[in-house]
T-cell receptor, first 117, second 111 residues
Framework: DAGVIQSPRHEVTEMGQEVTLRCKPI?????LFWYRQTMMRGLELLIY????????DSGMPEDRFSAKMPNASFSTLKIQPSEPRDSAVYFC???????????????FGPGTRLTVL | KQEVTQIPAALSVPEGENLVLNCSFT??????LQWFRQDPGKGLTSLLL?????REQTSGRLNASLDKSSGRSTLYIAASQPGDSATYLC??????????FGSGTKLNVKP
């Protein structure tokens, strides 16, 4: 398997523009996670899905952020409008659960480095 | 709310030394615990997963232990090498497969 795939790897945009980040999880994984990492705040969980359904979006910072998972092999994280403080590395991760008591390893993608000018 | 703490925040050791990284968590009701490694500018790489019913896991020179009752895990690295230099993060897995991450320990192994 190619692992978790994210695109683009780098994104530079101007304040006010819409940004869309994309993620393809590992085939067969039923959980998908979106994280944001900055030097100041470390790794933050934004939202995660189980079987394409959002489970917890309490980490989404503002209404400017939205995430969708239309099918098991694709998810997007959208920021509209973007602001300089959104500059960070955004990671997507996926994992497989064989049951409530058996949560398995989480695998991360390479990340998207977002710079908002 | 689950809080995960990693101490120390940074560690510098000479090559060849054995070392221990610490991870503590406030809520012992966890399912699993996972250790990751992150190289500068890269994503997180999974090192070891310890299930709640296990006490330890080993992979090569790495050994991770878990004591749920005391809310602690350690990652032991034997015979450290410069290539081990990276940031090590632990994450505990709670209800509904939610991951709670520590802030990491930045390790520097000097040649």
């Amino acid at each position: 398997d190619a692992g978790v795939i994210q695109s683009p790897r780098h994104e530079v945009t101007e304040m006010g523009q819409e940004v869309t980040l994309r993620c393809k999880p590992i085939s067969g994984h039923d959980y998908l996670f979106w994280y944001r990492q900055t030097m100041m705040r470390g790794l933050e969980l934004l939202i995660y899905f189980n079987n394409n359904v959002p489970i917890d979006d309490s980490g989404m910072p503002e209404d400017r952020f939205s995430a969708k998972m239309p099918n098991a092999s694709f998810s997007t994280l959208k920021i509209q409008p973007s602001e300089p403080r959104d500059s960070a590395v955004y990671f997507c991760a996926s994992s497989f659960s064989s049951g409530k008591s058996s949560y398995n390893e989480q695998f991360f993608g390479p990340g998207t480095r977002l710079t908002v000018l | 709310k689950q809080e995960v703490t990693q101490i120390p925040a940074a560690l510098s050791v000479p090559e060849g030394e054995n070392l221990v990284l610490n991870c503590s968590f406030t809520d012992s009701a966890i399912y699993n615990l996972q250790w990751f490694r992150q190289d500068p500018g890269k994503g997180l790489t999974s090192l070891l997963l310890i299930q709640s019913s296990q006490r330890e896991q080993t992979s090569g020179r790495l050994n991770a232990s878990l004591d749920k009752s005391s809310g602690r895990s350690t990652l032991y690295i034997a015979a450290s090498q410069p290539g081990d230099s990276a940031t090590y993060l632990c994450a505990v897995i709670g209800n509904f497969n939610k991951f709670y991450f520590g802030s990491g320990t930045k390790l520097n192994v000097k040649p």
